[in-house]
């Protein structure tokens, strides 16, 4: 504890913190905080805003509090406010550049948090407000809540919401012990820690009601227990972030620990974390809005499945108002975003029924959802799903009208992933958008490199790129040396690590969880031509590893093993280094400094993958399997591409081991597979990546033009693609504003009506058929048209309830037509109903194109508040659409 100026106080938290503390036992370390002298008050906000983080004039005038002291509290504000001495204070309270300073910081933080932005000025009938939730966040290594590319795009996303002013509400959990901490034992096993975090000395504050009263949710839960939690506020600039604590005393110590960690434990646990998330996220964000006047959200965005439980919340809020069920699932749906970060089935959150079941209905939470509709919203209704499950993504696309993957490559495995959810359709029809993901350039940036960089000349930009290259050197040098002492090794014994790495050679990164699909160890294939690599005597290469393997993942803490014993080897120690316990903090060193960012994860596994983004915007060159976002954007001036042996492409090229046909998924295939595309790599490291980086001075200026030139290509022509505001644009235009345009239309009438018309149309449905197609060629050739007659069958549904369309495009050598590039042309019903109730529907398709040409014609749900064609899974073809197509004909030359 401090004594400084007029003496002690609680942190400026008035009653609010009190209540839960009196009288029991601590749960906490008691923490107090200085009183500020009043000159320095604005130090407060400037370290409760989280801005500071991608801020660097703030942080830096945060150092100069106290430089040690800013090293000792690992750059985090609130820390260094926390144990600055009072002397220290008394003196920068008198000295009037310190103040002048301090006063043009808070200013500009003000007109940050107040000045139109983006959102502002754009047009269109944008989202009143917008709910973010995810079980995530990675904001600053000062609030450690994330394990990693999921939770650093949730972070970016905020931030960058802030920048443009978009009014999103983040909403996640705290969890007292975040994510782990990683060390390494001796013999290179990952040791896991998790050090308490105090949220006294995080920058947090409880949300309280207006009369100090903390706000507290409650989830009632099966046996009478009841799950209480506290909502804690952290402001990430013009976005508050609410984080939903369980840590209280109310509650038994089993449901205190319900938010203890990130991902641990079973499944129980993780359901509880996700009904938490979900459903106490839902009472936090009406709260927030209910006492600071915040606009309430017009779209829930939830970034994976795990806070689908969010979609329930809703549901229940409206059947209190005297929505039936299904009026409230399409209410709920129109302001509905459902985003998909994973394309590996084993990564969707599934639950056992029986435990969804007992947790919800009459006795749990929600009485007023019956637990049979709630688990219809998960099964796994398509051919191979498994009966027993509960599926959270595909309750999420239930609850959502909207939907998108994070990279173009994502979309469209996602599409064919989900596609049983639609059947009858095409997976190019499937309504599963994309949006590639971005990242936040303030935060993963240099601050040398986001001034003008590529103005410099190549020698200034070759120069900056030495000095965040040097940069790295120390902080790996000083990493290993603290991963040394962890692992037991004295000072004497660490002398060589003053030669580990070189600033002037060859830098290539590899840091990221440790999944088996990620292939830490790839680059081990071969030993002795790896060792080649690094030891080469013109063109050296050293490598910075970095990853943490999930607790349970037995596996993957193998592979690290193997990657430490190999980088422990006294013979190439000093060119290959194992950092352990990657986060936020290494990671802005290593995207810095190196110059090569690696990935090779088994195509297409990795959804997007972000890392690679960041070291661009930094000038690094990618070396990358053709995955995610680098599937997209890659081109030669940027970096390489591993090939990969997916469908057997990968042989002729550089070292490619025997050719053959399309590899599979056993044992057998995924060796050869690796070796194949292990072969590549060390052949793009020897022929292509190094040669470049070493070729010096065409111009007789010591200087890697070729090098030089990709760097700046990279920053010219990649970087504006990859920023996280680009991003969030796309999801403000492309999917936030539609879909508060659907929740607009969705009041409850309209909902019910819309649910009525859903089940009636469903009911009705196996009675719609297409019966008959006529078609009548002018002339088949460019430019003519083929008139076209179709007779269909309606049932009990009228005109208005369908479209007739006609699909018409290329067709393979099958006759299949190529969803992708279809043209729908609708036609119009003409005429009376005949005596059977058959409808005649005509209309004309231009023939536009010359080659294999094909049309069949279909009918589909039509209703103007479904966002796309296949919104039902339902569709009608002609009995056998193949000869539909050969009564055309059709063979244009
Ligand atoms: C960006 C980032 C990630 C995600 O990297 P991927 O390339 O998506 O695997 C993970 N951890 C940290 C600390 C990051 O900054």
């Known amino acids: 504890m401090s004594r400084i100026g007029g003496g002690l106080r609680f942190t400026g938290r008035k009653g609010c913190r009190a209540r839960y503390r009196r009288g029991v036992k601590a749960i906490r370390r008691f923490s107090v905080r200085p009183v500020l002298p009043e000159p320095l008050r604005p130090l407060s906000d400037l370290a409760r805003n989280l801005r500071w983080s991608w801020h660097p004039e703030t942080r830096e005038l945060f150092r100069s509090v106290d430089p040690d002291g800013w090293r000792a509290a690992g750059g985090d504000p609130v820390r260094l406010l926390g144990a600055v001495s009072a002397r220290r204070l008394n003196e920068l309270a008198e000295d009037r550049g310190f103040l002048r300073r301090l006063a043009v910081a808070a200013g500009d933080l003000h007109d940050y948090l107040t000045e139109p932005r983006w959102y502002q000025r754009a047009e269109g009938e944008l989202p009143a407000a917008v709910a973010y939730f995810s079980p995530e966040f990675g904001i600053t290594a000062a609030l450690p809540q994330y394990s990693g590319g999921l939770g650093i795009l949730a972070g970016d996303h905020l931030k960058a919401a802030s920048d443009l002013g978009a009014p999103l509400i983040g909403v996640g959990l705290l969890y007292r012990h975040g994510y782990f901490r990683q060390s390494l034992s001796r013999d290179g096993w990952q040791q896991e820690h998790y050090p308490v975090l105090d949220p006294d000395e995080m920058p947090l504050e409880p949300l309280c009601e207006p009369d100090g009263t903390p706000v507290r949710p409650a989830l009632r839960l099966p046996g009478g227990r009841t799950l209480h939690a506290q909502v804690w506020l952290a402001k990430v600039g013009r976005v508050p972030l ?39 996220g839902v009472r936090a964000v009406r709260a927030y809005c209910r006492i600071t006047g915040h606009p309430e959200p017009e779209v829930f965005h939830t970034n994976e499945g795990h806070a689908g439980f969010l979609g329930l919340e809703r549901i229940r809020e409206l059947g209190e108002r005297g929505a039936p069920f299904e009026a409230a699932v399409e209410a709920v749906r129109a302001g509905t975003l459902f985003t998909t970060h994973t394309p590996v089935p084993a990564g969707i959150d599934r639950f056992d029924r029986e435990l969804v079941a007992r947790h919800f209905g009459e006795d749990g939470e929600l009485p007023g959802v019956a637990a049979e509709q709630v688990l219809q919203l998960g099964t796994e209704t398509y051919p191979g799903g498994d009966g027993g499950v509960f599926n959270m993504a595909v309750m999420g696309l239930r609850l959502a009208q909207r939907a998108n993957g994070v990279s173009t490559l994502h979309g469209s495995v996602s599409r064919e992933m989900f596609r049983g959810l639609w059947p009858g359709f095409d997976a190019a029809e499937v309504p599963i958008a994309s949006v590639t993901n971005g990242v936040h350039a303030p935060t993963w940036t240099a601050a040398e490199m986001r001034r003008p960089a590529p103005g410099t000349d190549d020698a200034g930009l070759w120069e900056l790129r030495r000095t965040l290259r040097e940069r790295l050197v120390e902080e790996v040098r000083r990493r290993l040396y603290d991963s040394w002492r962890q692992r037991g090794a004295s000072p004497a014994e660490l002398g060589w690590i003053d030669g580990v790495f070189d600033p002037d050679v060859l830098t290539v990164g590899f840091a990221r969880r440790v999944p088996a699909y990620k292939r830490l160890t790839l680059m081990l294939r071969d030993r002795e031509r790896f060792t080649r690599l690094l030891l080469h005597p013109e063109r050296p290469v050293q490598f910075v590893v970095a990853g943490k393997a999930h607790p349970a993942d037995e596996g993957g803490k193998r592979l690290i093993q193997e990657l430490v014993r190999f980088a422990d080897d006294p013979r190439v120690r000093h060119r290959i280094v194992f950092l352990p316990d ?312």
């Open 242 to 280: 609410l984080l939903l604590d369980s840590g209280v005393e109310e509650n038994a110590p089993r449901e205190r620990d319900v938010t203890d960690r990130l991902y641990g434990g079973g499944s129980e646990h993780r359901l509880l974390q996700e009904m938490l998330l979900g459903i106490g």
């Open 582 to 893: 990657y986060g936020m903090g290494m990671a802005q060193h290593l995207y810095t400094g190196c110059d090569v960012w690696l990935n090779n994860p088994l195509r297409p596994l990795e959804a997007c993958g972000t890392s690679g983004m960041k070291a661009a915007l930094n000038g690094g060159l990618n070396l990358s399997v053709l995955d995610g976002w680098w599937d997209e954007w890659y081109e030669p001036d940027f970096g390489w591409a591993i090939p990969t042996a997916e469908d057997g492409a990968v042989a002729g090229t550089a070292g490619g081991a025997s050719g053959g046909g399309p590899l599979g998924d056993s044992p057998a295939d995924r060796e050869r597979r690796d070796a194949m595309e292990a072969a590549a790599l060390y052949g793009l490291l020897e022929e292509q990546v190094a040669p470049c980086f070493y070729e010096r001075g065409a111009a007789g200026d010591g200087l890697p033009e070729r090098w030089i030139g990709m760097v700046r290509q990279t920053l010219t022509r990649l970087g504006p693609k990859l920023p996280a505001d680009r991003m969030v644009r796309e999801y403000v235009e492309r999917l936030y504003t539609p879909a508060a345009r659907a929740h607009r239309a969705m009041d409850t009438a309209a909902a019910e009506r819309l649910a009525e018309w859903k089940a009636r149309v469903r009911a009705g449905w196996p009675r719609v058929a297409v019966d008959h197609v006529e078609s009548v060629a002018g002339s088949v050739e460019l430019g003519g048209k083929l008139a076209l007659r179709v007779r269909v069958l309606l049932g009990d549904l009228a005109p208005g309830d369908v479209e007739v369309q006609v699909v018409a495009g290329r067709v393979d050598a099958s006759d299949t037509l190529s969803a992708a590039d279809a043209v729908r042309v609708p036609l119009k019903v003409s005429g009376e109903p005949a005596e059977d109730g058959g409808r005649l529907y005509e209309g004309l398709l231009a023939l536009d194109r010359t080659g294999p040409f094909g049309y069949t014609v279909r009918v589909l749900p039509a209703h103007p508040l479904l966002a796309g064609p296949a919104e039902l899974g339902l569709v009608a073809l002609p009995p056998d659409d193949l000869q539909a197509r050969e009564a055309a004909g059709v063979l244009l030359r």
